[in-house]
């Protein structure tokens, strides 16, 4: 797809994978990119392997299939990795993004000889130490922005402070562990991609 990128989604049933993407989508939207945003319908049973997408574009979109060969990959549970391709048709100038505690290199006998770049981002911990439950959603949405690069940080924090205190209205505390999580996420992933940066550089 010409000026815009292509995501895919892995994660189970419950973990919000399908949430993300929509989200993605609208706060994409507010910013004036043309979007998609949508799961692939099968057994959407709690614990089951869920598939969602999202196109992200300057110029309108007019594919409207599922996403074959992404420039992205968001696993949002790790244990997929075994039992999914996660990385089927995905674009070796592109990335996959795994939530996991794990550092990449204990991952990658796990990804089919992926050639393009590897960040992980432990979305549990994450969730846990600013919202006291795993919500796993909302930090690799913020992992996700930050690899893909769809927006800047800045703008993409305060569309989603807007959208949570919309959601959230009553509950401060929500709006408040939300945006710790999302912030916490998006500064270690782009600490990793500047890390990979000076090395490309270096080398």
């Known amino acids: 797809m010409k000026n815009g990128i292509e995501i895919r989604w892995h994660g189970r049933g419950g973990q919000g994978a399908k949430t993300a993407a929509l989200l993605l ?26 598939t969602a997408y999202n196109r992200i574009s300057s110029d309108k979109i007019r594919v409207h299939s599922n996403i074959y060969h992404p420039d ?12 999914v391709d996660v990385t089927a048709g995905l674009k070796d100038t592109g990335a996959i993004i795994v939530n996991t505690p794990k550092d990449r290199e204990e991952i990658l006998d796990k990804l089919r000889g992926y050639k393009g770049s590897v960040y992980t981002v432990d979305a549990r911990k994450i969730s846990v130490e600013n919202l006291g439950k795993n919500f796993p959603n909302s930090p690799m949405l913020a992992a996700a922005v930050a690899v893909s690069g769809v927006m800047d940080r800045d703008e993409f924090i305060a569309e989603m402070r807007a959208s949570y205190e919309h959601k959230f209205a009553k509950k401060p505390e929500v709006i408040d562990g939300n945006m710790k999580a999302l912030e916490t996420a998006y500064d270690v992933v782009a600490k990793s991609i500047h890390k990979d940066e000076k090395e490309r550089m270096s080398a």
């Open 25 to 50: 989508a609208d706060v994409a939207f507010k910013t004036g990119k043309n979007v998609q945003g949508f799961p692939e319908y099968g057994p959407e049973r709690m614990g089951a392997p869920i």
């Open 72 to 83: 992205y990959v968001v696993v949002v549970d790790e244990t997929l990795l075994t039992s």
